[in-house]
């Protein structure tokens, strides 16, 4: 049963700020139909957003406004990000952190284009799915909003030499954050630390913090050897307390180097306990002068800004909801997720 019969008053206001990226009266509204969908709309497919209004026009309408007619992402993604400078509490900062992170957004059928079948590590299984690398900008007051994104597609469905693995496609999110001249330190998962994403960061000149596989290997005391032995060899006085939150870790810090990696790097081993001798984790950074707890609370909003942002895209905005076969209509789609 229709619901809807005006636009919320943010949505209104968010009229005022992206009007401009269409050149219709009749686009601009569709906007304001889609954008009040993705926040209160049961279901949030084409379709259903149609249904959701007391007052409008034919869901095929809604339709070719997203996969047909012109008007242009990136001067979305662009608005949307100029509109983010304007508040205090969501303007860039040096203190800000760009988290980037992967996310698998499933989806029904497999008639979509660049859906393929991905293994999901939390339900250990194989799902029908997009494949998103996404990175997030978290700053100083908490605030966080995407900043771009790039949507991997299956070797198999690529052109010849057109593939983009997910390191490929992290560092053009990295270059985009760079030449944005967005300020803030880069902050991501095991599965991004790699040696020429760490090298690329440095090359430059900022600062990531990383997390480090226990069964990555260093060069420590001389010889290259497996992070965890590393972490069997560290005496008991040697480790220090810290506290996160109520809990308090040991952790044990130094300078080494990483094979593969040109520069010096800093690496904090924590454990659970003071005598455990299996650490619990590890973190990395390029900043060698760091206190731990400067690398703690970059890394940290490594969950700010990703799974926060994943969790309500796809519990309360419909970020996966979408069922447009076409890419340009889920590129489109997860554009207006962001805005939402």
């Not at 926040?39 to 007052?55: D, Q, Y």
Request: include cysteine; charged fraction near 25%; aromatic fraction near 10%.
């Amino acid at each position: 049963m229709p619901t809807i019969v005006d636009f919320p008053t943010v949505v209104k206001e968010a009229l005022a700020v992206f009007g401009d990226v269409f050149d219709t009266e009749a686009a601009r509204r569709h906007f304001a139909e889609y954008l009040t969908g993705l926040m209160v709309a049961e279901n949030k497919t084409v379709s259903g957003i149609n249904r959701a209004f007391a007052l409008t026009t034919d869901q095929s309408c809604l339709h070719r406004w997203l996969t047909e007619v012109q008007w242009d992402v990136k001067t979305l993604k662009d608005t949307r990000l100029a509109w983010r400078q304007q508040a205090p509490q969501t303007r860039y900062s040096v203190r800000g952190v760009i988290a980037i992170d992967n996310t698998l957004v499933t989806h029904e059928g497999q008639l979509i284009e660049d859906v393929g079948w991905c293994w999901d590590h939390a339900d250990q299984r194989h799902v029908i799915a997009h494949d998103y690398v996404i990175a997030n900008y978290v700053c100083p007051s908490g605030a966080h909003y995407p900043i771009e994104w790039r949507r991997c597609q299956k070797r198999d469905l690529c052109v010849e030499g057109a593939f983009k693995d997910h390191t490929l496609l992290c560092l053009e999110l990295i270059d985009d954050a760079i030449t944005r001249a967005i300020p803030g330190d880069f902050t991501f998962d095991s599965y991004f630390t790699s040696a020429k994403i760490l090298n690329h960061i440095q090359s430059k000149q900022r600062a990531y913090v990383g997390d480090l596989k226990l069964n990555r290997k260093v060069v420590y005391a001389g010889r290259e050897q497996k992070l965890q032995e590393v972490a069997r060899q560290i005496p008991w006085a040697a480790k220090k307390p810290v506290r996160m939150g109520r809990t308090r870790y040991w952790y044990f810090s130094k300078q080494m180097r990483i094979p593969d990696v040109h520069h010096p790097v800093r690496v904090l081993l924590f454990w659970r306990e003071r005598g455990d001798q299996e650490a619990s984790k590890a973190l990395v950074s390029n900043r060698l002068g760091w206190e731990v707890i400067r690398m703690i609370l970059v890394y940290r909003h490594r969950w700010t800004g990703t799974e926060t942002f994943h969790r309500d895209g796809k519990q309360q905005l419909g970020l996966g909801d979408c069922q447009v076969r076409s890419g340009e209509g889920q590129t489109r789609h997860v554009s207006l997720v962001s805005v939402a």
